[in-house]
């Protein structure tokens, strides 16, 4: 598998004049910070250790912002919005006609760039001079345990961060170089759709972006080698997922993976090993993503790196180099922007206030913007040892029987103490009712906390809060506090009150 190029941007910044501040610091001869890479991790960084007072350089080779403003979260979710909304007019619900739909592509390209446009700013090199860092234009790698270049030009620090993101792969298979697939970084420069999609990969971005494109109008076929879509999250959340992509007309083919690609006409000819083929005017890549630490000169700062070439950090984000410390998708926790966020916060403080703050994997949640979205946290949900899990259909939540929307469920697993370990929740504005689950796990709430909270009516919460009470109810229901509960109220009876 080889990392992917970058793509050539398609939204100007709204700071033309992208320029590097002095690359020497304001006072004496090092920077306290200099932070690699202004993706999310290293843009929270810069904030939060300038924010101490530190001087901090911040050094970007591309443009602040990283992967989630420019090709990840901002862009998909765009998309995504625009394909949810054809979805629900074409759809509109019983006793509901809509005229007509149709998509004027090439427009809702436009507004995906729209939206990145719009967030660009809290990003930009404007808004982190503000916050007091200083920026820096340019390539950076280490040349010693305490300095590095930034295009050959020499910077010292006490401290620094590596923040430099992971890349899209794309997996050495015949003739798929040769077809120019395009990847989370390069699809986002089309400016049409295509008529005809490959999709491979069944992970988050197979499914999202191959639900956006088939719903815009794209004929799509998604191919995965897994087993199944989405591996890790619960078998009955993939499914209803799977379902959902087959019934916007995708053409899911699970277990089976590409052979070759070959052309055929002004189109591709994929070969997968089944012994099918799929014809497609454009191939999307979404196999996983590999770290980018090659090039980093990372051996000569003494900065360690595992099998994978994931940055090797201890429980406090710091490196084999006691001066640097890493945070964000190179370090191989979970991939998602809140981690970054969070871990850049954490690595910044720890750098600049010397304190040994630790890494919590508790309760980082996930969701998958599909329709219905998959969203879930700690542990998995399917059953184990020392667990119990309590399902909610939302057949059985009024507020989706309500919104016509019950092909979801709420899942809650329970540790022997009644504590909530784990959550996954399937249905509209999942993402929003898996906030509850997050803090129960974190603060180690069990069963009978949440059930005694009220919930408002009628709400998506009502899932969480019925797989709570069914937890409590069948705890009462239990030898030892069934007779409790009878001697009690036979007490109460016989006492008159
Ligand atoms: C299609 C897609 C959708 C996604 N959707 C979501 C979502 O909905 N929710 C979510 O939480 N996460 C989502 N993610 C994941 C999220 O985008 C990443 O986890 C997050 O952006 C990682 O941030 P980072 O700071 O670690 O790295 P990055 O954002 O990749 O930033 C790294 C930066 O370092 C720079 N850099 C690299 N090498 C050097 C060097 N030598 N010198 C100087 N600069 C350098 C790069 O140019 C880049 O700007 C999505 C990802 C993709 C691809
Ligand atoms: N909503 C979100 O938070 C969100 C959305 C998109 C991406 N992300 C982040 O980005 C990361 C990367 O996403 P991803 O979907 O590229 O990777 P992934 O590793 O999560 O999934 C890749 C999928 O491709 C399959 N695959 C691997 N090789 C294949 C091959 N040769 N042919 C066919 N299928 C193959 C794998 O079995 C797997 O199902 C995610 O893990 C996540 O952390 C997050």
Known sequence: MTPEPRDVPTVPMTDPAWTSDPLTPPHGAEWDLVIVGGGTA??????TAAGFGASVLLVERDRPGGDCLWTGCVPSKAMLAAAHSVAGMRAPGPGLHAGHVTVDGPAVL???QEAIAAIEPDDSPATLRRAGAAVAHGTARFTGPREITVDGTPVRFRRALLSTGAAPVVPDIPGLRAADPRTSETIWSITELPARLLVVGGGPIGCELGQAFARLGSRVTLVGSAPRLLGREDPDAAALVTAALVADGVDVRTGVALSSVVPDGGAHRADLDDGTE???????VAVGRHPRTTDLGLAEAGIAVDERGFVRVDAHLRTG???????????????????AGVHGTLAATNAVLGLRGTVDTTAIPRVTFTQPEVAAVGVGTSGGPGLTVRTVQHA??????????????TRLAFDRRNRVVGATIVGPRAGESLAEAVLAIRQGLRARDIASATHAYPTYGDGVWNAAIAQVRAQLGRPVPRTAVRVLAAVRRRSGR
């Open 321 to 339: 180099n006691p001066r640097v410390w890493a945070a964000g998708d190179l370090t191989g926790y979970p991939a998602f922007t809140h981690t």
């Open 396 to 409: 059985h939540v009024d507020r989706a029987v309500a919104d016509g929307a019950t092909d979801g469920f």
């Open 42 to 47: 290293g843009i929270v960084a810069a904030r």
């Open 278 to 284: 799929v014809v497609a005017d454009l191939v999307l």
């Open 110 to 112: 436009r507004r995906v």
